[in-house]
C-alpha cells in the first residue's frame, strides 16, 4: 500500500513538473513607445492566465524586421507598416491597435518649466535655423518668460524608431520644406544634433544636456520629470499631451485594418502629435511548426489587450481605445486563423 502512494505521489510529482513544462511563453519585440504600457499588461496577463509574455523593446524598425523573419510570435510598433514592408512578409500581417499615445516635445531649460512652440520654429530648430533659445520666434510666443541665450541641443533617436516616424511625419504635414529635406520615416538622416537610443537614451539627453531639446513618448517624460511644451495645433491652440488632448486628436474616421496617422489633426482640443501604437501579428498562425495552442494563446491575449486591458492605459498616461477603433480591432482578431479556421468564436 505504501508503495503505491509513493507511486501516486511521483507521478502526480512528474505530471505537475510535465505541466509546468509545457506552459506557454509568447515572444514580442519592437516599440519603445508603449514598453511601460505593455511592461505592465503582461505581468497582469501572467499572473491571470500563467501565459508569460517575454517583450523586448528594441525600436518600432527591429520589431517589424523580427516578425518579417518570423522569430517572434508577434511585433510591436508605433508606425504602420507600409505596403513595402508588408509586400516583403511571407504572409499577410495584421494591425491590432492598444492604445493612443503621444510624441512630445520634453525641454532643459533651467529655470524654466513651462514653454510654447509654433510648428514652424519646431521645425526651424530640428533643421538648424534656430541655434539659441532666446531666438525672437521663440520668445514672441513666450511674452513674459526670459529665456537664457543657451545654446539649443536637438537630441533625436539613433535607432529606427515609430516614435521617429510619427514626429516626422507631423513635421512634414505643417513644413513642405521639412518633407522635402529630410522627409519622414522611422530613420531619417537629421541636419543636427545627438541621437539617442530608444525614448529612454533619448530622455537620458534631455535630463544631462542643459539647452537641450527632444522628442520622446509623453510617459517617460513625466517618470524622468521632464518638462515638455505646449504645441499650437491645427486650429491655432497651445496644447499639452494631456490625455484629454490625446484622445480628441482621434476623433477621426478610421480605415477598417486600422493603419493611418492622426498627426496634426483637425480637433480644436486635440494635441497635433498623437497616434496610435499597434501589435503586428501573422493571420495564418499554422507557419513554422507554430502548435495550435500557441496560436490559439496569442489569438486570446490580443483579445484581452483591446478589452481588459484598456482599464490599465490611463493610470500610465496612455489614451484608451475609442469605441469604434475596439470593434475594428476585434474584427481583425477574429479573423487570425489556424490552417484556415478561425482562432476564435
Known sequence: MRKLFLVAILLLSWSVVAWAGSKITLLGAGATFPYPLYSKWFDVYYKKTGIKVNYQAIGSG????????????????????????????????LHIPTALGAVAIGFNIPGIKDLKLTPQVLVDIYLGKIRYWDYEAIQKVNPGVKLPHLPIMVAYRSDGSGTTYVFTDYLCKVSEEW??????????????????????????????IPGCIGYIEISYAEQN??????????????????????SAAATIDIPDDTRCSITNTEAP????????????????QAYKGRPYEKAKALADLLWWCIHDAQEMNEPLLYGRLPEKVVHKAEKIVKSMTYKGQPLLP
Request: proline share 6%; with cysteine.
Open 62 to 93: 527591429g520589431g517589424i524586421r523580427q516578425l518579417i523573419a518570423r522569430t517572434v510570435d508577434f511585433g510591436a510598433t508605433d508606425a504602420p507598416m507600409s505596403d513595402k514592408e508588408l509586400a516583403r512578409a511571407p504572409g499577410k500581417i
Open 179 to 208: 518633407c522635402k529635406r529630410v522627409g519622414r520615416g522611422k530613420a531619417v538622416k537629421w541636419p543636427v544634433g545627438m541621437g539617442g537610443k530608444g525614448n529612454a537614451g533619448v530622455a537620458g539627453l534631455i535630463r544631462q
Open 225 to 246: 520629470h521632464i518638462p515638455v511644451a505646449a504645441l499650437q495645433n491645427k486650429a491655432g491652440k497651445f496644447v499639452k499631451p494631456t490625455l484629454k488632448a490625446i
Open 269 to 284: 482640443d486635440g494635441y497635433p502629435i498623437a497616434a496610435f501604437t499597434w501589435l503586428i501579428v501573422y493571420q495564418e
